[in-house]
T-cell receptor
Framework: DTAVSQTPKYLVTQMGNDKSIKCEQN?????MYWYKQDSKKFLKIMFS???????INETVPNRFSPKSPDKAHLNLHINSLELGDSAVYFC???????????????FGPGTRLTVL | AQSVTQLGSHVSVSEGALVLLRCNYS??????LFWYVQYPNQGLQLLLK??????LVKGINGFEAEFKKSETSFHLTKPSAHMSDAAEYFC????????????FGQGTELSVKP
């Protein structure tokens, strides 16, 4: 069983479109994250949720909107896609990093987004 | 504020040789430090972490790292490289009251020659 799964694995779309990436974890964790990895492999956190509550909201354009319908899911919706949004997006989860900041984060396989 | 610097974007070693990947951190609060590995086209996997207990931390696959406060370093080592160690390695820092936010270094690509 995959611990942290993401769909789709690849996403190719035109500028200006709206797209969503879904993330699910079956580890029973309370905290979930979205990270962006750019073409130089630099990783930066975007958001985190703890038990459906937004905890971290980095300086990300408001075209990006995370949604957590329950603590096992954290989806990322992106409006009006731009060329610079092309990257690999990773979802991750941890037991409860708000209470235990050293909890291991488990990463999904990533979604490669290409904006044409 | 916290930051991580990984010295060397690419390191190449021969199979059986010592692996040394360098990581220096900057943190205004006591740091928690992590090493993650990313194999091609995969997500990140935790190798080891320093959480203010023992300064020498042992991880998976024979890797270890030593926290040196005086040098603000957390270098990753493995005595003998294996071909399967070829991957991208990331050092990351976090701290109390950071909500689990990991700040990553720019990564070091490790190549292993036969």
């Amino acid at each position: 069983d995959t611990a942290v799964s993401q769909t789709p694995k690849y996403l190719v779309t035109q500028m200006g479109n709206d797209k969503s990436i879904k993330c699910e974890q079956n580890l029973g964790h309370d905290t979930m994250y979205w990270y962006k990895q750019d073409s130089k492999k630099f990783l930066k956190i975007m958001f985190s949720y703890n038990n459906k509550e937004l905890i971290i909201n980095e300086t990300v354009p408001n075209r990006f909107s995370p949604k957590s319908p329950d603590k096992a899911h954290l989806n990322l919706h992106i409006n009006s896609l731009e060329l610079g949004d092309s990257a690999v997006y990773f979802c991750a989860s941890s037991q409860d990093t708000v209470a235990a900041v050293t909890d291991t984060q488990y990463f999904g396989p990533g979604t490669r987004l290409t904006v044409l | 504020a916290q930051s991580v610097t990984q010295l060397g974007s690419h390191v190449s070693v021969s199979e059986g040789a010592l692996v040394l990947l360098r990581c220096n951190y900057s943190s205004s609060v006591p740091p928690y430090l992590f090493w993650y590995v990313q194999y091609p086209n995969q997500g990140l996997q935790l190798l080891l972490k320093y959480t203010s207990a023992a300064t020498l931390v042992k991880g998976i696959n024979g890797f270890e790292a030593e926290f040196k406060k005086s040098e603000t370093s957390f270098h990753l080592t493995k005595p003998s490289a294996h071909m399967s160690d070829a991957a991208e390695y990331f050092c990351a820092v976090s701290g109390r009251n950071q909500g689990g936010k990991l700040i990553f270094g720019q990564g070091t690509e490790l190549s292993v020659k036969p």
